[in-house]
């Protein structure tokens, strides 16, 4: 490679990755290349201006990002420094490409990080030649920070001393980093994920001297905490406050020499210990061990595989146990072989030998729980093993009772109409805002809910409201503000109940963007506040237009959340979680809840669903952090290149926040996460301040440019090119990257979508003129769309009272329906709409859901509206739930409304 030749030499455009992570790889990768090309033009005697002008490039903007990591070191940085500007260009490139392969894909952690192996460092241990890389290998690495304002030798001398401790016992490898201020600390916390521990030490500084813009974002998360800039003990409280907000899975120590009777009680809950400065090294290396292992531990998990691995008999039940009744069998080895042993080996229906009972949990499943539990920020946890169906179900069945008015999203899950009619309660439908052009609806806003729950209170009935049942976030990634939400409604009615359906949102709370709209921290805010001073002031001092607030004296926080955490987190199939933050929960609800779990829980539970359960909640505690971190970051690189490719932006079209939430609910103004133009969006502001944010996760593209309804889009992806997605609309279509995703999956699809388009233009420019009319023509109605419908009423038989509000008594027209003779069937045509529109009252007997949407259109006792049956008739679906192809759609005869 030569200067000559221009169209090979390395390029990047700068500020075009979304994190400063990604920079950081994407720096590395440059480097190596660049250095490469140094030292092929030294070797060749050519001029090695440019070629050196890059190297210094991206040497200066590492020098800005290595220092909040503790690998690859400062002695490794150091180096790289001393032998560009002394020339080795061949020991310079070597030393890069060795660094570079070994942060792809992390291999730096199966070697201990920096601390064993680097330049200057003695491989010696106990005066015993060893190689560490060996004894470390197969342990969990993770790495320490440090703040201290400190100098250079004491960095050294802390990181020796605690190196020192290490022994060969230890489950766990760690290294040190150390910043010298509060910034740098949360700099290093929010761009460092592998920080499993914080030691606050000393006076160190406030401010922070690196200003590279990449890093701005995790300032910008400090400024909007307000931490004050105060000096001393109380700064380490208020970063230690901030750390934890942040990431609250981190462990925080104290380190510091003032007077004991000065910190001894003032320190808070932040800090797991304080140490004073002179206190050993080996103190300080146990303590950090102790707390990452706590997070570790997985109770069942761990009792599983012990059990599994004891010589047993079985006199009970499952044959299937040990493997037994396939390794003797001739037909059925392969069942054996495709799984592996251990699945088997694991198989029981006992509840002793160190096991333990779902329904009754006492030793190692309640332990997982309570783990669960505080890794969630939930008082409680449950763990379900046949889904969120059934979480919900258990929820509504413990708290509603028959009668119970419940105020519940129209477009939720179907498994709330079903709980409905099992818990007797009667919903009142909240519409959602349309988006019509995209054949899909929104959330509810607020004035909605309020709307409904004042029309209730006037008319006497606020005593019978039990619970709000809101889907957060929604399938296509709309999510609410919690904390507003439940203000507003506890200011209405102090002991409302909150049922927060997020099935698709468990990553959340390991994001500190996401976090602050889920249930749980919005309840432990709430709760927070309620409970302060501050609040019992202001509330006594309120004045006529001031904005509602709930009597201090009165208000219950009352909140649960279900999640599948199969969807979202590592867990088997059907994994799912209740998370409970219910200040009545023992004295109201305990009993109710054990009583609904023994209605809907098997007796012979899925125990390798639980134990995935437990892996799951450890892997979220001690890396979730970064794996939806990097998840966003592939979600946002998969807009940018959506965007920017010019096969892919004629045809597809990410929608952006614009798109999908009106301007009067986005005050922040957020109008895009990325834009060819003006590059990223800034979305905290927008998750701090608006009714309603999109999860950065979701990337829907609209379609209907290339004229593919998005079912049929759905069906080519998995069946021409093995890419799965499940939600479409008629014309877009939602790719959801998770956890497990990685950027040779959105590389993929990018290489997918990018054939598609060159098909559909191959396709187009050899059509004939009325080829392509037709074309035009499927594209103007994909892009129109039928206009969405809101509820229409329950009939009058189904509602109570005088009807003057709009409850309905579900269980009644479900089971209404079982007896034949009450009804009959009508053929969905253009008779039936004409026949409403002259006046004729139709009542629906079943619930009809077409898919997409995937919600009931029609529940039982739901009058028909033209509306309604406009769009059932312009949707061009093939699936719908409740419709008869042959007979039609299933309603009440008259007689039956009358009894």
């Known amino acids: 490679m030569t200067q000559a030749d221009p169209d090979t030499r390395p390029q990047r455009q700068r500020g075009r990755q979304y994190s400063a992570f990604q920079l950081r790889m994407d720096t590395w990768n440059e480097l190596q290349v660049r250095t490469s090309w140094l030292r092929e033009v030294t070797r060749a005697g050519q001029d090695a201006g440019e070629p050196r002008r890059l190297v210094a490039e991206s040497l200066e903007v590492l020098a800005s990002l290595e220092p909040y990591w503790a690998f690859p070191g400062p002695a490794r940085m150091d180096e790289l420094t001393r032998l560009f500007e002394g020339g080795s260009t061949g020991e310079l490139a070597d030393r890069v490409a060795t660094i570079s392969r070994l942060l792809i894909g992390d291999a730096y952690r199966d070697r201990g990080g920096a601390v064993f192996d680097e330049p200057g460092r003695d ?64 700099i290093a916390a929010l761009f460092n994920p592998t920080i499993q521990a914080v030691f606050l030490r000393y006076n160190f500084a406030f401010n922070t001297q690196n200003n590279h813009p990449a890093l ?141 009972s779902l329904l009754q949990p006492r030793g190692p499943i309640r332990k997982a729980q309570e783990a669960a539990a505080r890794a969630f920020g939930a008082r409680q946890t449950f763990f379900v093993t046949n889904g969120t169906s059934t979480a919900n179900k258990i929820v509504q069945q413990a708290l509603v009772r028959p009668g119970d008015i419940v105020l519940v999203d129209r477009d939720c899950h179907k498994s709330h109409h079903y709980a409905f009619v099992l ?41 019978r409201v039990r619970m709000l049942v809101l889907t957060n976030c929604t399938f296509d990634g709309l999510t609410y503000d919690p904390v507003r939400v439940m203000r507003r409604i506890l200011a209405i ?189 800034k979305m905290d502001a927008a998750w701090r301040e608006d009714e309603f944010t999109l999860d950065p996760t979701r990337v829907t593209l609209e379609v209907g ?84 419908p809101n509820f229409s009423h329950f009939h009058q038989a189904f509602r109570d009272g005088d009807g003057s509000t709009p409850e309905g008594d579900l269980r009644r027209a479900f089971f209404l329906a079982y007896d034949a003779d009450n009804t009959e069937w009508v053929k969905l045509d253009r008779d039936l709409l004409k026949q409403i529109r002259d006046g004729r009252e139709f009542v629906s007997a079943a619930f009809v859901t077409p898919y997409p949407p995937g919600f009931p259109i029609l529940v039982p006792g739901q009058v028909f509206s033209a509306e309604i049956i406009a769009y059932l008739l312009a949707l061009d679906v093939k699936e719908i739930h409740g419709y008869h192809s042959t007979y039609g759609l299933r309603v009440f005869e008259e007689h039956a409304l009358r009894t």
Request: proline share 5%; glycine share 6%.
């Open 705 to 788: 440019a290339t004229g593919i309804d998005g079912d049929t889009l759905r069906h080519m992806l998995m069946d021409r090119y093995d890419i799965q997605i499940n939600k479409t609309s008629r014309n877009t279509a939602l790719f959801m990257p998770n956890i497990g995703s990685t950027r040779g999956d959105v590389a993929y699809l990018i290489e997918t979508l990018a054939d598609i388009c060159r098909r559909v233009e191959d396709n187009l420019s050899t059509e004939s003129a009325a080829g392509l009319n037709l074309h035009t023509q499927k594209v103007d109605s994909l892009l129109e769309g039928p206009p969405l």
């Open 216 to 356: 701005r974002r995790y300032l910008d998360a400090l400024a909007a905490e307000n931490m004050p800039t105060s000096y001393g003990l109380d700064r380490s409280l208020h970063l230690a406050r901030v750390l934890k907000k942040l990431r609250p899975e981190l462990d925080l120590y104290l380190v510091t020499d003032t007077p004991l009777d000065s910190v001894a009680g003032n320190v808070g809950n932040a800090f797991r210990r304080t140490f004073y400065r002179l206190e050993q090294y080996m103190e300080q290396h146990l303590s950090i061990l102790r707390g990452v292992r706590e997070r570790y531990e997985t109770p069942f998990f761990d009792a599983l595989r012990k059990y599994a691995a004891k010589p047993t008999g079985v006199f009970h039940a499952l044959p299937i146990a040990r493997g037994k009744s396939m390794t003797t069998s001739h037909w059925a080895k392969d069942f054996h072989e495709f799984y592996g042993s251990n699945l088997f080996m694991a198989e029981t229906s006992a509840t002793s030998g160190g096991l333990d």
């Open 493 to 681: 009615k102090p002991d409302m109940i909150f049922l927060w359906d997020e099935a698709w949102f468990g990553y959340a709370r390991f994001s500190p963007t996401l976090r602050r709209r889920t249930a749980m921290d919005a309840a432990a805010t709430l709760r927070k506040l309620y409970r302060s001073s501050e609040y019992r002031i202001a509330y006594a001092n309120r004045k006529d237009g001031d904005e509602p607030m709930a009597d201090p004296t009165e208000v219950r926080v009352r909140v649960y959340a279900t999640q599948s955490t199969h969807k979202t987190l590592t867990s088997l199939r059907q994994g799912s979680m209740i998370h409970v933050y219910d200040e009545d929960f023992e004295q109201r609800a305990s009993a109710a809840l054990l009583e609904a779990l023994m209605t809907h829980t098997s007796t012979s539970p899925n125990y390798q669903i639980i134990a995935s359960l437990d892996a799951g909640r450890r892997q979220v505690e001690l890396e979730g952090y970064e794996l939806v971190e990097k998840t966003i970051d592939l979600a946002m690189t998969l807009r940018k290149r959506v965007n920017e490719h010019p096969d892919i932006s004629r045809f597809f079209r990410v929608l952006r926040p614009a798109d999908m939430i009106p301007s009067e609910l986005r005050p922040s103004g957020l109008e895009f996460y990325y834009h060819p133009e003006q590059g990223w969006g």
């Open 423 to 463: 818990a007797g309660a009667h919903p009142v439908y909240l519409d959602s805002y349309p988006l019509q052009k995209y054949t899909m609806y929104g959330a509810v806003q607020l004035e909605e809910i309020e709307k409904q729950l004042l029309a209730l209170k006037d008319a006497g009935k606020l005593d």
């Open 123 to 186: 491989p010696r241990r106990n005066g015993q030649d060893v190689d560490p890389r060996a004894q470390v290998r197969g342990r969990p690495y993770f790495e320490v920070l440090f703040v201290d304002g400190a100098d250079a030798y004491d960095h050294d001398s802390l990181r020796d001393g605690l190196a020192a401790c290490r022994r060969d016992a230890d489950e766990f490898v760690y290294d040190v980093l150390t910043v010298p201020s509060a910034q740098n600390a949360i």
